[in-house]
């Protein structure tokens, strides 16, 4: 494994000694469970550089109450979506203000302090997703939050500062266990463009991030953020407020090459391995595709972190997680 020292160089462009690697934590429960022991000694063989904490604050800490919807063609495949968003009426914001969970009482931090004990020379990365949209959308539903951006602004604003407040106290904890850095996440893009209009985007929660960044920032430590689908037009944007490392740049949703030329030296990209080609090759052109991406992203500089652009599923071989490891141990210690 990498030191943080040396994961560090490749966020900063400080001309790393080798290419660091967050992949483990892609992997769904459900190809964990089919692939067994087997997938398991391969973790261990191949860890990441980057020690990792994930905690779903929506689903546990927030009151939601939620269902487990099976995934079309995955038997152990399921999204979890709520059975109703408890802000659905705007009548009870009231009641839901006064159940806002304080993230340090809840004990959300014991697995994350235990890393740090045992990995204390290792980059370690706090993972929350859900920030500021994904949240909206959970408690209000998709639909009412497009409308309340036009209709109910003095509304979704109140909802915004209760977020920014939680994730104040998440990264002061973070400060104190000695987090590295923290990864947030919201899915702004389509397919095909961002979800809302870029001016509004700009105007409402462009400044919402800069303080959680700023905040992130004044600690010293890194600003991961996850953007699933086209976020093209945003992306200067996220730079211009402090993203350091940006996740997944998704290549059936933008021109990668682009973005790339467009970007390099700007942003360190957390990508490369792309989720939804691993299932339907053979593992020689899964091999093939690695090193293409090495060579699209890799820059003597650094800025370049190996992982994947969504979960690995069960539907991906295990032949070819095999040789997805064997080209990443081979191509990044080449690079």
């Known amino acids: 494994m990498l030191t943080k020292k040396q994961v560090k160089k490749a966020i900063n462009f400080d001309y790393p000694e080798n290419i660091p690697q967050l992949l483990n934590v892609w992997y769904h429960g459900g190809t964990l469970e089919k692939y067994g022991e087997e997938l398991k000694s391969l973790i261990a ?19 939601l109450d939620v269902e487990h919807i099976p995934m079309e063609n995955y038997a152990t495949v399921e999204f979890i979506q709520p059975k109703k968003h408890p802000l659905e009426d705007w009548k009870k914001l009231e009641s839901f203000l006064r159940k806002v969970p304080d993230p340090v009482k809840i004990g959300m931090f014991e697995g994350l302090g235990k890393l740090r004990q045992k990995y204390h020379n290792q980059y370690l990365l706090y993972i929350q997703l859900a920030l500021f949209k994904e949240k909206l959308d959970l408690f209000r539903g998709m639909e009412n939050v497009y409308t309340d951006l036009y209709l109910n602004r003095d509304k979704i604003e109140v909802l915004l500062e209760v977020f920014f407040t939680y994730a104040a106290a998440v990264i002061k904890k973070c400060v104190e266990i000695g ?5 947030f996440g919201d899915d702004w893009g389509s397919e095909r463009s961002l979800l809302i209009n870029p001016k509004m985007w700009r105007e409402v929660f462009k400044p919402w991030y800069k303080r959680t960044f700023e905040k992130v920032h004044h600690h010293g430590m890194d600003v991961f953020f996850h953007s699933d689908g086209n976020i093209r037009e945003i992306i200067p944007d996220l730079i211009e407020i402090g993203v350091d490392v940006l996740h997944p740049l998704q ?33 020689q052109k899964v091999k093939e595709s690695i090193y293409d991406k090495f060579k699209l992203f890799d820059y003597k500089k650094g800025g370049f972190i190996i992982g994947a652009t969504n979960a690995l599923l069960p539907d991906i071989p295990l032949e070819n997680l095999k040789m997805m490891y064997r080209a990443i141990d081979t191509y990044r210690k080449k690079s």
């Open 45 to 63: 063989r191949y860890p990441d550089d980057i020690m990792w904490h994930v905690y779903a604050d929506v689903w546990l800490d927030w009151g």
């Open 179 to 183: 987090v590295d850095g923290i990864m």
């Open 251 to 283: 290549p059936d949703t933008m021109d990668i090459k682009k973005i790339v030329q467009d970007f390099r030296g700007e942003v360190c990209f957390l990508t490369g391995l792309d989720v939804r080609f691993l299932p339907k090759v053979s593992a």
